[in-house]
């Protein structure tokens, strides 16, 4: 039964991949490709659902389709909840009481609680991240299971990041995600079995720590680095939690040009040789740093040869699913469309997608600036800092900053941590910059995102990367000769066009508007022979606004629906290609 039956009273407007969404394929694919096992089974699909909204109303009696939020057409809610409780049923398969029993949570906003066969086992704070829950030792042994979660949710009014959602949405502001919006699956696994991979790079290949839980007695970790082909290239065997290393004669290095993916296989093995456990993952090898020798901008380097990080700004909204993408075709479209008009590279603002969009940008080729989700920000103030988030959300920004740099710690594609953006919840700045990087040493730092405007700090100097913004632009910043980072323009453009058929309901709006297709292209065009000249002269990287419209932001390179590609690609295509090769000459 197609999801529709249910939802004809929302909004209208769908994507391509809307009407094949139902019940019983809603994202079946593997939710964490960097760490399989063949034991497994997605909950995804109807839940029983009941919603608390913010007036108090409670609404009974109705089902959702998971992982949809209630906001969503596709979750067959489209109602913002503050409270939530979701409840199912599910089996256990008889093989798999041999082992532990894991219960997976790709992300719940803002927080959940969750009880197995009505016994309270977790609570988890944060709308970004995953977190596990061990279920083995309440299962039922010959019975149906059940699970329940509870989820809260105030939005923008409360102390959780948030990113660009809002109870009151509009202008830049977005449609709120609340509750369960990524995967719920089911995993077995041994008593004795990986829990973590961490994996570190480098030209020549790469260290890796295998967490293994359960081992009591001796075993040991077997490691596998296989080519595209299936060529076994390099091996290594030690302890749980030793570091071992990997290297790979006439390593194949990863670029957007080149995407090369090297598959790894894990295994625990006991004092007997017997296979204990198997996990199967991927890496590549790959480096990125700023040059500060020699006189002159400071230039990104990746794989030590300059790159300009030419890119998009992408939200991650969708009009039928929200916060998430009605398939994981859906996910990989907006990654190819990305890579068909010329870019290298593509901002992820202020959200934190499902493992799945990151795996695509590892496999397309496509260098990744990853977003802390900023705390609520009231953007009506003047300009300038605003005061100090409270205490609380203080510590639950730095909590989950923390996860979201753990939790993608291994995804080859991110080359740039940003902190913060525009001066949203903005504070400590030059601290939490400095602890990025001391956690992540092996990758770029943006302090602050559009420095010069809106209600950001002063530059504290932090990082590796000077970020302005500037509409319509680009920018033309400068830095001091002795300034050791790389200058970016980290937003410019958004130029609007207004396709009649494909609009979100209210007033459409952008920096500036336009008439037709063929003026944005020209528009375009202007604005990128600009980029050139600065990329040749002093920039390392600039983001466009955006990849698509969202909501009534009409500034997009497409139309919210996915359906109209509103600027003439070959055109654009040629001249982003144009400014990388500016920027990336030796």
Request: contains cysteine; hydrophobic residues 35%; aromatic residues 8%.
């Given at each position: 039964m197609s999801v529709m039956s249910e939802t004809t009273e929302l909004s209208s407007m769908s994507t391509p991949w809307t009407y094949q969404v139902n019940p019983d394929n809603a994202h079946p694919e593997h939710p964490r490709p960097q760490l399989t096992r063949p034991n497994w089974r997605t909950l995804n699909g109807l839940w029983d659902y009941v919603g608390q909204d913010?007036?108090?109303?409670v609404h009974r009696g109705e089902r959702i389709l998971v992982p949809y939020p209630p906001e969503s057409r596709l979750s067959r809610i489209g109602r913002r909840d503050e409270r939530m409780w979701y409840h199912r049923t599910f089996d256990v398969p008889p093989e798999w009481r041999v082992g532990r029993v894991l219960l997976h949570f790709g992300a719940v906003d803002q927080t959940a609680t969750v009880w197995v066969n009505h016994q309270p086992l977790a609570r988890h704070e944060g709308g970004y991240t995953a977190?596990?829950?061990d279920i083995t030792d309440v299962l039922r042994p010959?019975?149906?299971?059940?699970v329940l979660v509870r989820a809260d949710d105030e939005g923008n009014r409360g102390t959780f990041a948030v990113g660009k959602q809002a109870n009151r949405p509009g202008g830049i502001l977005y449609t709120g995600c609340s509750g369960i919006w990524q995967t719920v699956w089911l995993e077995a696994v041994p008593a004795v079995h990986v829990t973590e991979l961490d994996m570190e790079p480098d030209l020549h290949g790469f260290d890796l720590v295998a967490h293994v839980a359960g081992a009591h007695g001796k075993v040991a970790v077997s490691v596998e680095v296989s080519a595209a082909g299936g060529e076994q290239v390099a091996?290594?065997?030690?302890?749980p939690g030793e570091r071992l290393r990997l290297d790979v004669p006439d390593p194949l290095l990863w670029s957007p040009d080149h995407p090369h993916l090297y598959d790894v296989t894990v295994r625990v093995v006991g004092d007997d040789g017997a296979v204990l456990d198997e996990v199967a993952s991927y890496t590549a090898l790959r480096t990125v740093r700023v040059d500060t020798e020699g006189d002159g901008p400071r230039r990104v380097l990746l794989n030590d040869r300059p790159v300009f990080l030419n890119a998009p700004l992408d939200q991650g909204y969708w009009p039928d699913g929200i916060?998430?993408?009605?398939?994981?075709?859906?996910?990989?479209?907006?990654l190819e469309r990305i890579k068909a008009l010329g870019f290298n590279s593509v901002r992820k603002h202020v959200k934190v997608e499902p493992m799945r969009w990151y795996h695509w940008a590892d496999k397309l080729g496509l260098?990744?600036?990853?977003?802390?989700?900023?705390?609520?920000?009231?953007l009506d103030n003047p300009p300038g800092p605003q005061q100090p988030p409270v205490v609380v959300a203080r510590e639950r920004f730095e909590t989950e900053l923390r996860a979201m740099l753990h939790q993608l710690r291994n995804v080859p594609s991110i080359v740039v941590w940003v902190v913060f953006n525009e001066g949203w919840g903005e504070y400590d700045t030059a601290r939490i910059t400095e602890e990025v990087k001391a956690t992540d040493p092996g990758r770029l730092v943006v302090a602050a995102s559009g420095v010069n405007c809106c209600h950001s700090h002063p530059d504290s100097g932090a990082g590796d990367v000077y970020d302005d913004h500037t509409y319509v632009g680009p920018g033309r910043p400068e830095l001091a000769a002795t300034d050791p980072r790389a200058i970016v323009d980290g937003e410019f453009g958004g130029v609007g066009l207004v396709v009649e058929?494909?609009?979100w309901p209210g007033e459409p709006m952008a920096y500036e508007m336009v008439s037709d297709r063929d003026r944005l292209t020209e528009r375009y065009v202007e604005l990128s022979t600009e980029l050139e000249a600065l990329a040749r002269d002093?920039?390392?990287g600039a983001v466009y606004t955006q990849i698509t419209d969202v909501e009534n932001e009409v500034n997009g390179l497409l139309t919210y629906d996915r359906r109209v590609v509103k600027v003439a690609v070959p055109v654009v295509a040629e001249r982003n290609r144009a400014v990388i090769a500016a920027g990336s000459r030796t």
């Amino acid at each position: 039964m197609s999801v529709m039956s249910e939802t004809t009273e929302l909004s209208s407007m769908s994507t391509p991949w809307t009407y094949q969404v139902n019940p019983d394929n809603a994202h079946p694919e593997h939710p964490r490709p960097q760490l399989t096992r063949p034991n497994w089974r997605t909950l995804n699909g109807l839940w029983d659902y009941v919603g608390q909204d913010e007036n108090g109303a409670v609404h009974r009696g109705e089902r959702i389709l998971v992982p949809y939020p209630p906001e969503s057409r596709l979750s067959r809610i489209g109602r913002r909840d503050e409270r939530m409780w979701y409840h199912r049923t599910f089996d256990v398969p008889p093989e798999w009481r041999v082992g532990r029993v894991l219960l997976h949570f790709g992300a719940v906003d803002q927080t959940a609680t969750v009880w197995v066969n009505h016994q309270p086992l977790a609570r988890h704070e944060g709308g970004y991240t995953a977190f596990t829950v061990d279920i083995t030792d309440v299962l039922r042994p010959d019975a149906e299971q059940e699970v329940l979660v509870r989820a809260d949710d105030e939005g923008n009014r409360g102390t959780f990041a948030v990113g660009k959602q809002a109870n009151r949405p509009g202008g830049i502001l977005y449609t709120g995600c609340s509750g369960i919006w990524q995967t719920v699956w089911l995993e077995a696994v041994p008593a004795v079995h990986v829990t973590e991979l961490d994996m570190e790079p480098d030209l020549h290949g790469f260290d890796l720590v295998a967490h293994v839980a359960g081992a009591h007695g001796k075993v040991a970790v077997s490691v596998e680095v296989s080519a595209a082909g299936g060529e076994q290239v390099a091996s290594a065997r030690g302890n749980p939690g030793e570091r071992l290393r990997l290297d790979v004669p006439d390593p194949l290095l990863w670029s957007p040009d080149h995407p090369h993916l090297y598959d790894v296989t894990v295994r625990v093995v006991g004092d007997d040789g017997a296979v204990l456990d198997e996990v199967a993952s991927y890496t590549a090898l790959r480096t990125v740093r700023v040059d500060t020798e020699g006189d002159g901008p400071r230039r990104v380097l990746l794989n030590d040869r300059p790159v300009f990080l030419n890119a998009p700004l992408d939200q991650g909204y969708w009009p039928d699913g929200i916060y998430t993408a009605p398939t994981d075709e859906a996910l990989r479209f907006d990654l190819e469309r990305i890579k068909a008009l010329g870019f290298n590279s593509v901002r992820k603002h202020v959200k934190v997608e499902p493992m799945r969009w990151y795996h695509w940008a590892d496999k397309l080729g496509l260098l990744v600036w990853q977003d802390m989700p900023s705390l609520p920000v009231v953007l009506d103030n003047p300009p300038g800092p605003q005061q100090p988030p409270v205490v609380v959300a203080r510590e639950r920004f730095e909590t989950e900053l923390r996860a979201m740099l753990h939790q993608l710690r291994n995804v080859p594609s991110i080359v740039v941590w940003v902190v913060f953006n525009e001066g949203w919840g903005e504070y400590d700045t030059a601290r939490i910059t400095e602890e990025v990087k001391a956690t992540d040493p092996g990758r770029l730092v943006v302090a602050a995102s559009g420095v010069n405007c809106c209600h950001s700090h002063p530059d504290s100097g932090a990082g590796d990367v000077y970020d302005d913004h500037t509409y319509v632009g680009p920018g033309r910043p400068e830095l001091a000769a002795t300034d050791p980072r790389a200058i970016v323009d980290g937003e410019f453009g958004g130029v609007g066009l207004v396709v009649e058929g494909h609009l979100w309901p209210g007033e459409p709006m952008a920096y500036e508007m336009v008439s037709d297709r063929d003026r944005l292209t020209e528009r375009y065009v202007e604005l990128s022979t600009e980029l050139e000249a600065l990329a040749r002269d002093r920039l390392s990287g600039a983001v466009y606004t955006q990849i698509t419209d969202v909501e009534n932001e009409v500034n997009g390179l497409l139309t919210y629906d996915r359906r109209v590609v509103k600027v003439a690609v070959p055109v654009v295509a040629e001249r982003n290609r144009a400014v990388i090769a500016a920027g990336s000459r030796t």
